[in-house]
């Protein structure tokens, strides 16, 4: 082949090469949110943004900072995550790497008989490109467009793995600190249940005390060991589901003398749905796989258009191996190919109406993940709002049951209200402080999920 028809195989294969950047894919537009424009209730007026803060600077304590510290080296959960980076990367990798010709060292060597008997013999040793297809209408930067997309998303899917990993330590570990307060607090009504209770059979054996004051006193001794034994419980499931999302045994001294009422937790902003949604790393997620359900339609259109593929070589052929590589004896061949589809039963037209179901059904999961995380930040922010009141509310009626309680047993040791009054306040007085720990408890595990909601937990690093 002469060099003429060399350079104008070169300039053809060239000229294809550009062409390849064209796609058939829709072009891709952010759908308008289902949602509301503006949440129910407001944030904090200002602050820190949940998204620009780091979980080290929202979180204060020492050892809470430890806890998540080892959930994100240990946890299960987060490592699966990350090898699905790893996998989606090498996926790319491989779509990405059909874009260019694959050149391999290609040496052959033939023996033919001929017809007086003799044998004729050819060499061959050079580089070759097999069957890479020029990419006219996008198929493959439309696969290797979507598997990027895969890629994006398996990296917002970790960071979505990772803040709920962290909001589920804190929240754990806050639980743990209302059982441990919860179990104090038991024990001690259980001592003074169990006091009263001995002394009140005194008094019934020696005639100063009614059965029924006996019975009254008894029953409330067995609630107090009722919910002894239900915190101990809920203690030591808290306690094994922290040690799973640590990934190891929680250390006896996971609270370190922290109360409910030392801990505090950053208060946030919220700006407006179409500002913090967005940032939300699940949100991403789901729109990363929208966008490489729509780089997939690009790929099924381009099915039904000619592939072009190209073979090509350069190297060196001789009818001795001695003469391999002498001179005059290189050359080159350059062989294009195009199929253009005719019948294919449908395969194609079927390919295209799955892409598209699959761009709508990814559709709807982005719509389904915009509208979860709206609620679950009107939810926070819900919390946020009433949470406050109602704890404010709930330490006056500790206060006033208190009152009731000392009232109640200075009448009753003078003689002036029965036994029953006293047991009575006693028993509203538990059941107001239980419920003061409890309240206190949801307000700062609802902060924690306030923080989630907002896309906290995860910080791009600078310069991306």
């Given at each position: 082949?002469?060099?003429?028809?060399l350079?104008?195989?070169?300039?053809?294969?060239?000229?294809?090469?550009?062409?390849?950047?064209c796609s058939?894919?829709?072009k891709?537009?952010?759908?308008?949110?289902?949602?509301?424009?503006?949440?129910?209730?407001?944030?904090?007026?200002?602050?820190?943004?949940?998204?620009?803060?780091?979980?080290?600077?929202?979180?204060?304590?020492?050892?809470?900072?430890?806890?998540?510290?080892?959930?994100?080296?240990?946890?299960?959960?987060?490592?699966?995550?990350?090898?699905?980076?790893?996998?989606?990367r090498?996926?790319?990798?491989?779509?990405?790497?059909?874009?260019?010709?694959?050149?391999?060292?290609?040496?052959?060597?033939?023996?033919?008989?001929?017809?007086n008997?003799?044998?004729?013999?050819v060499?061959?040793a050079?580089?070759?490109?097999?069957?890479?297809?020029?990419?006219?209408?996008?198929?493959?930067?439309?696969?290797?467009?979507?598997?990027?997309?895969?890629?994006?998303?398996?990296?917002?899917?970790?960071?979505?793995?990772?803040?709920?990993?962290?909001?589920?330590?804190?929240?754990?570990?806050?639980?743990?600190?209302?059982?441990?307060?919860l179990?104090?607090?038991?024990?001690?009504?259980?001592?003074?249940?169990?006091?009263?209770?001995?002394?009140?059979?005194?008094?019934?054996?020696?005639?100063?005390?009614?059965?029924?004051?006996?019975?009254?006193?008894?029953?409330?001794y067995?609630?107090?060991?009722?919910?002894n034994?239900?915190?101990?419980?809920?203690?030591?499931?808290?306690?094994?589901?922290?040690?799973?999302?640590?990934?190891?045994?929680?250390?006896?001294?996971?609270?370190?003398?922290?109360?409910?009422?030392?801990?505090?937790?950053?208060?946030?902003?919220?700006?407006?749905?179409?500002?913090?949604?967005?940032?939300?790393?699940?949100?991403?997620?789901?729109?990363?796989?929208?966008?490489?359900?729509?780089?997939?339609?690009?790929?099924?259109?381009?099915?039904?258009?000619?592939?072009?593929?190209?073979?090509?070589?350069?190297?060196?052929a001789s009818?001795?191996?001695?003469?391999?590589?002498?001179?005059?004896?290189?050359?080159?061949?350059?062989?294009?190919?195009l199929?253009?589809?005719?019948?294919?039963?449908?395969?194609?037209a079927?390919?295209?109406?799955?892409?598209?179901?699959?761009?709508?059904?990814?559709?709807?999961?982005?719509?389904?993940?915009?509208?979860?995380?709206?609620?679950?930040?009107?939810d926070a922010?819900?919390?946020?709002?009433?949470?406050?009141?109602?704890?404010?509310?709930?330490?006056?009626?500790?206060?006033a049951?208190?009152?009731?309680?000392?009232?109640?047993?200075?009448r009753?040791?003078?003689?002036?209200?029965?036994?029953?009054?006293?047991?009575?306040?006693?028993?509203?007085?538990?059941?107001?402080?239980?419920?003061?720990?409890?309240?206190?408890?949801?307000?700062?595990q609802?902060?924690?999920?306030?923080?989630?909601?907002?896309?906290?937990?995860?910080?791009e690093?600078s310069?991306?």
């Amino acid at each position: 082949m002469n060099a003429r028809l060399l350079k104008t195989s070169l300039s053809v294969v060239a000229a294809a090469s550009l062409l390849a950047a064209c796609s058939m894919a829709p072009k891709y537009e952010r759908p308008v949110a289902p949602v509301a424009g503006a949440f129910a209730y407001p944030g904090a007026t200002s602050g820190t943004a949940a998204a620009d803060l780091d979980w080290q600077n929202f979180f204060a304590d020492a050892r809470l900072k430890e806890l998540i510290a080892s959930a994100l080296r240990n946890n299960r959960d987060l490592r699966i995550a990350v090898l699905n980076i790893e996998a989606a990367r090498a996926q790319y990798d491989i779509r990405r790497a059909d874009r260019v010709p694959n050149v391999g060292l290609s040496v052959a060597g033939s023996r033919t008989p001929g017809a007086n008997g003799s044998t004729s013999s050819v060499y061959t040793a050079g580089l070759a490109a097999t069957a890479w297809e020029i990419d006219l209408f996008g198929r493959i930067a439309s696969l290797s467009d979507a598997a990027l997309a895969q890629y994006f998303a398996s990296e917002e899917g970790r960071k979505a793995a990772q803040t709920s990993l962290i909001a589920s330590v804190a929240t754990t570990w806050l639980s743990l600190i209302a059982d441990e307060e919860l179990l104090e607090l038991t024990r001690q009504t259980l001592i003074t249940r169990e006091d009263s209770l001995r002394l009140t059979k005194l008094r019934f054996d020696n005639g100063a005390a009614s059965e029924l004051d006996f019975r009254q006193a008894q029953s409330l001794y067995e609630g107090a060991r009722v919910a002894n034994a239900q915190t101990q419980r809920q203690r030591a499931i808290d306690l094994d589901t922290l040690a799973l999302l640590v990934g190891e045994p929680v250390a006896p001294d996971f609270r370190a003398g922290v109360t409910s009422e030392s801990i505090a937790l950053p208060d946030l902003p919220a700006a407006t749905p179409s500002d913090v949604l967005v940032r939300r790393p699940d949100v991403r997620q789901a729109e990363q796989q929208l966008i490489a359900a729509n780089a997939n339609i690009g790929a099924a259109r381009a099915a039904f258009f000619p592939r072009i593929s190209l073979t090509a070589g350069i190297g060196t052929a001789s009818t001795e191996l001695s003469g391999l590589f002498k001179g005059g004896s290189w050359g080159f061949t350059v062989a294009p190919s195009l199929l253009l589809p005719i019948f294919d039963a449908g395969r194609n037209a079927a390919g295209l109406r799955s892409a598209n179901v699959a761009r709508d059904i990814a559709l709807a999961q982005y719509e389904k993940a915009i509208q979860s995380a709206f609620r679950e930040v009107s939810d926070a922010l819900a919390g946020r709002a009433l949470l406050g009141e109602q704890l404010q509310a709930q330490r006056n009626v500790v206060e006033a049951e208190s009152v009731r309680m000392r009232l109640s047993k200075l009448r009753y040791d003078n003689g002036v209200s029965s036994y029953l009054d006293l047991l009575d306040a006693q028993r509203s007085l538990f059941a107001a402080q239980q419920a003061l720990i409890q309240t206190r408890a949801a307000q700062l595990q609802n902060q924690v999920q306030l923080y989630k909601a907002l896309g906290g937990g995860w910080v791009e690093p600078s310069g991306r």
